[in-house]
C-alpha cells in the first residue's frame, strides 16, 4: 500500500483473505477499498 493503515484496516483485510470473503462496508474508505484492489478481494460500499 502507498500510505500507512490503521490496525482496524489492516485487520478486515487479513480476514477477508484468510476467509475468502467479501469486504462489505457502510461508507466507503480509500484505503480500505485499495488494499482491497491490490489483494485482488472483493469490496463493496453500501454508501
Known amino acids: 500500500m502507498s ?3 490503521n490496525m482496524l484496516t489492516a ?3 487479513a480476514a477477508a ?3 475468502d470473503a ?3 462496508v ?3 474508505h480509500p ?3 485499495t488494499g482491497a484492489l491490490e489483494l485482488g478481494l ?3 460500499s453500501l454508501a
Request: charged share 35%; proline share 5%; aromatic share 4%.
Open 3 to 5: 500510505r500507512p493503515i
Open 42 to 44: 472483493r469490496y463493496r
Open 11 to 13: 485487520e478486515a483485510l
Open 31 to 33: 484505503a480500505l477499498r
Open 17 to 19: 483473505l484468510a476467509l
Open 22 to 24: 467479501d469486504l462489505v
Open 26 to 28: 457502510l461508507t466507503d
